[in-house]
């Protein structure tokens, strides 16, 4: 739908870029330019990536004493309100305070910065950052004038600044980059990505935030119709979105609104946002925080951008000592009375931006209960509950058990007299095993008591599923909230006996969710959240199924599906698929909702995080896969399995044969029945097995309280060839060639190719032939006007490579492997484009080919397009993402 896009923050924010402002417009003054200052560096603190810094260099202090003061001489060419932006260190309870002129000392509010950027030289995550900070306005009179910069924090009075500015217009942080300036750093067959700040000018030539509603939510609430979403109008919606943490709510109101813009443009629907209200020993609400969040909510709701709110996760609040919270939530009393307290602050507080609460807000597509917890995952387990809590659990097992059996004795009866020492039964308590019993092998080696397991499994599954029917009516009673509800989300100890009983406790809500990461081969310190120095690392690709990936899920027949995180983290060289992949088999599989991991500021990050979403490969990549994918340009497949299984099959243990299990190889394929079938036949009957590569043909579906006996399987070996290591979609517009390590989309509106493309060679598709020379990539053909592409007057071409921070080194001279000697510093070094796209043309040449930048404007460098007999062959600009032809 085409958007008439609200102008409510458009005259607070209009993002003018420095290249068109003259030297009156702006002042930029280097910390160590201070006319005279008192400040004492100290070594440790001083030791920091110099070339993350305004001309090299900062002015810094670390010791005790008498705060230091700096002060600086400027003069003002115009007279008037100016910006005032600091960049500082905000880390680790900082206090910076300006004087201007004879005027009073007044501290800068260090909590909303922007581009927070770890500058350490060792890359520890201690004190030494650097980061942009917006001090508010200052009125300036023509002629000179003296800033005076105080550091007066209780630690050693430690700060470190980097330069300020102050501009007549409003000012868009870009790193150490002045304003329309770009450094070109980039190593020999990388080109340096650092555009300019985003105008959001009407004459980008991508720009997908049409495709969003003028206000999200203003005809009502997302519905779930059977298993799509969709607007309150009845128009089905896929859902594009990124995961937002506290870092991005704190930044300033400027920020979020320039965030909301840019996700728009790029494609962005839906953003969920992931984050504590509390402390992780302190259960009272962050009052300054949601509030935070309440304007993130709505900058975004003014671009068309749904929100989903997850808001508890154990690991974020420890209840007792320093032990985070797993399995509380679902029967401790204590425990859920902080939850439903947040619950109440997060819905039922005014938002004074919006004038209503999130919970009678429409932009809220849903809320969800709980992020990574459940009783069947690997932390259920007495070492991991506190035993006053875990006797209350056992308690309530020993009420249920009474319910079922009559009495705790006809329990132990129908166990066959089964005991274990942490039984009480005197006190009406029944011990409870670890995880590691209720998977298949805790089951098969302990047979004697697989029917005490059995009762176990079926008390844990109600436990939490009935937690989820009350937070859900809480939601609805207490709230007034009218959205829909995810439950949850997490993993279990073992998919093959658990994974349906925790997918079956989700339908309690109204969407079913699931998480996970392409993340193989990064070890060392902390190597599980963040990208250090010494750390050792593999690149690899998911193409060649070697290693366990995020894309294949079972669905719940009947709801809706999302994976709430997905994201292929660094360091590895091989993410420009990630993108293409989510889209294209999301698309194949009928996901409803995709939402990447994670955004972590309002521009492109500065330096290597884990998750961040900030770089070429990954945000800059988003145009096309996100088109596509929004509009259902890949045919959903129909279902090539569908188990029907009953309850109480999966609380004896017996568990699904449907299931995702730990690595993409022939471990399953022994149970694959042998026989004449051909492709598209189906078996009916109970499911002996599922090879894993189905999930690359079509959907895999389960139905609850079915007969196991009408359960349908499609006969795949022919789709899925292990002798040529070929997978074809059951409708043919998906091809995966994981010995070549290669994956192809082939669909009228939509064609592309992910992978080692330099030695697969011409990828011919229907209408596209892609020649990529680099060794890696991805290259995707879209058309802009909903078109098939042969008849399209407006295309686009996409293409990703390679991307690292200048500087960035390894002890593998390739950088793709090897201990991490450098993580380097901005701006992002992409590998020069080597590729050149064949299309099927009729008629007269087209009417131009714009190389765009990185915020899909036109630039002037010459595109190299030729007719041919029947077809138009474009050279692609090494340094262009984003190529626009149009008839």
């Known amino acids: 739908m085409f958007s008439t896009r609200l102008s409510w923050a458009v005259a607070s924010v209009l993002f003018v870029v420095g290249a068109a402002a003259g030297a009156d417009d702006l002042l930029w003054i280097e ?346 995952f690997w932390t259920f387990g007495k070492k991991n509950v506190p035993q006053p809590r875990w006797q209350e659990l056992t308690r309530l097992y020993g009420d249920w058990l009474k319910a079922k059996h009559g009495s705790l004795d006809g329990a132990i009866a129908a166990w066959g007299g089964v005991r274990e020492p942490g039984d009480e039964p005197e006190r009406g308590r029944v011990d409870l095993y670890d995880a590691w019993m209720m998977t298949t092998d805790g089951l098969a080696a302990n047979g004697p008591k697989r029917k005490r397991i059995a009762d176990q499994i079926e008390f844990l599954s109600g436990n939490m599923r009935d937690f989820h029917r009350r937070a859900i009516d809480h939601f609805r009673a207490r709230c007034g909230y009218a959205g829909l509800v995810c439950c949850g989300n997490w993993h279990t100890a073992d998919p093959r006996t658990l994974d349906a009983l925790e997918r079956h406790g989700y339908t309690a809500g109204d969407v079913i969710d699931h998480h996970g990461y392409f993340d193989h081969g990064h070890q060392g310190e902390a190597a599980s959240w963040s990208v250090r120095p010494g750390q050792t690392f593999e690149s690899r690709s998911a193409l060649h199924l070697r290693d366990a990936n995020p894309l294949p899920y079972v669905e719940t027949d009947g709801y809706p599906h999302i994976v709430s995180e997905i994201g292929w983290p660094r360091p590895n060289a091989y993410r420009a698929e990630g993108v293409f992949l989510t889209a294209a088999y999301g698309s194949l599989q009928g996901l409803d909702g995709i939402m990447h991991f994670a955004i972590d500021g309002a521009g492109w990050s500065e330096t290597v995080g884990k998750f961040s979403l900030n770089d070429p490969v990954a945000l800059g990549s988003y145009p096309a896969a996100a088109l596509a994918y929004r509009r259902a340009y890949i045919q959903e497949a129909p279902a090539v399995v569908v188990e029907n299984l009953r309850l109480e099959d999966l609380y004896a243990g017996k568990g699904s044969k449907a299931y995702v299990g730990a690595a993409m190889d022939a471990l399953r394929v022994v149970q694959v029945p042998e026989g004449d079938a051909k492709p598209g036949d189906q078996r009916r009957g109970p499911i002996a097995g599922v090879d894993p590569l189905t999930f690359y043909v079509g959907r895999v579906a389960r139905r609850f309280g079915q007969k196991p006996e009408e359960s349908m399987q499609q006969d795949v070996r022919r789709l899925a060839d292990r002798e040529a290591k070929t997978i074809t979609s059951v409708t043919g517009q998906l091809a995966w060639d994981y010995g070549a390590g290669c994956a192809t989309a082939n669909a009228p509106k939509f064609q592309g190719a992910a992978g080692f493309l330099g030695k697969r060679g011409p990828v011919q598709l229907a209408d596209v032939c892609i020649e990529m020379a680099n060794e890696y990539g991805a290259v995707m053909v879209v058309a802009l006007d909903d078109r098939p592409l042969v008849q399209s007057k407006r295309l686009l071409i996409q293409c990703t490579t390679i991307d690292e921070l200048y500087g960035w080194t390894t002890s593998d001279a390739g950088g793709k492997r090897g201990t991490i000697q450098s993580l380097g510093s901005a701006p992002w070094n992409v590998e020069d484009i080597k590729t050149v796209v064949r299309l099927k043309w009729a008629g007269p040449p087209p009417a131009r080919v714009v190389a765009c930048d990185e915020n899909g404007y036109a630039t002037d460098r010459p595109v190299d397009a030729r007719t041919t007999s029947g077809g138009l062959a474009v050279t692609i600009d090494p340094s262009t993402a984003c190529t626009v032809i149009e008839r």
């Open 31 to 376: 910390g160590e330019s201070a006319k005279s200052h008192t400040m004492k560096p100290h070594g440790w603190y001083d030791s920091v990536v110099k070339d993350n810094l305004s001309g090299g260099q900062w002015l810094s202090h670390f010791a005790e004493g008498e705060p230091p003061v700096a002060e600086f001489r400027f003069d003002a060419a115009t007279p008037g309100a100016h910006f005032f932006w600091v960049r500082a260190n905000s880390v680790a309870g900082p206090r910076l305070s300006y004087q201007l002129d004879d005027g009073p000392w007044i501290e800068v509010d260090t909590s909303k910065a922007v581009g927070n950027l770890n500058i350490a030289a060792d890359g520890k995550p201690d004190m030494r950052f650097i980061s942009w900070i917006n001090a508010g306005k200052l009125d300036l009179a023509r002629g000179p004038h003296a800033m005076r910069f105080k550091f007066h924090s209780p630690n050693n009075n430690h700060g470190g600044l980097d330069c300020f500015v102050l501009s007549r217009r409003p000012f868009v942080p870009r790193g150490a980059l002045k304003p329309g300036v770009r450094s070109g750093k980039a190593r020999p067959g990388y080109h340096a990505w650092e555009p300019d700040a985003d105008e959001f000018r009407a004459d980008a030539l991508v720009d997908l935030a049409y495709l969003n509603e003028d206000v999200a939510g203003q005809h009502g609430y997302i519905k779930a119709e059977g298993n799509d979403f969709t607007l309150a109008t009845g128009e089905k919606v896929r859902f594009w979105g990124v995961n937002c943490g506290p870092g991005a709510w704190e930044l300033d109101h400027a920020s979020h609104v320039h965030l909301a813009k840019s996700l728009a443009k790029r494609g962005v629907n839906l953003v969920r946002l992931h984050g504590a209200l509390f402390g992780q020993r302190d259960p009272a609400v962050n009052r300054k925080r949601l509030d935070d969040l309440h304007h993130l909510a709505f900058a975004l709701k003014q671009e068309g951008i749904y929100v989903a709110l997850s808001f508890y996760f154990p690991l974020w609040f420890h209840l007792d000592g320093d032990q985070p919270s797993f399995s509380l939530l679902f029967f401790d009393r204590q425990m859920q009375e902080h939850y439903f307290n947040w619950a109440d602050a997060l819905l039922n507080t005014p938002n004074p931006y919006a004038g209503m609460p999130l919970g009678k807000d429409p932009c809220v597509a849903m809320v969800e209960v709980v992020n990574e917890d459940s009783h069947f």
